[in-house]
């Protein structure tokens, strides 16, 4: 069973920055695919980012010049920097990561909240 917990999040001004991280617990092995999903108010949970083992990464369409994420294999964290931050960006950020390439089983952070407002 993997554990993850995250920290980070915030209320933010719009242009602002924040940063997210995520580190999971609770297996030995390498971790194939670790990210970040969000879900605003009324809407479906969304793809932010994510990060394969080897270094691939994949964007969400609306953040994908803004947002940049990083990971330590090593450490088994993931790191999601949130620049140039909209209102629209507002949302609960969950970590998520799948361990195994051959697996869809994916585990899910508690959720941390980001709020962008004047």
């Known amino acids: 069973q993997v554990q993850l917990v995250e920290s980070g999040g915030g209320l933010v001004q719009p242009g602002g920055s924040l940063r997210l991280s995520c580190a999971a617990s609770?297996?030995?092995?390498?971790?194939?695919?670790m990210g970040w999903y969000r879900q605003a108010p009324g809407k479906q949970r969304e793809l932010v980012a994510a990060?394969?083992?080897?270094?691939?990464?994949d964007y969400g369409p609306s953040v994908e010049d803004r947002f940049t994420i990083t990971r330590n294999n090593a450490k088994k964290t993931v790191d999601l920097q949130l620049n140039s931050l909209k209102p629209e960006d507002s949302g609960v950020y969950y970590c998520?990561?799948?361990?195994?390439?051959?697996?869809?089983?994916?585990?899910w952070g508690q959720g941390t909240q980001v709020t962008v407002s004047s």
């Open positions: 609770g297996t030995s092995l390498s971790i194939y695919e």
């Open positions: 990060v394969t083992s080897g270094g691939t990464t």
């Open positions: 998520n990561v799948r361990p195994l390439f051959n697996s869809p089983r994916r585990y």
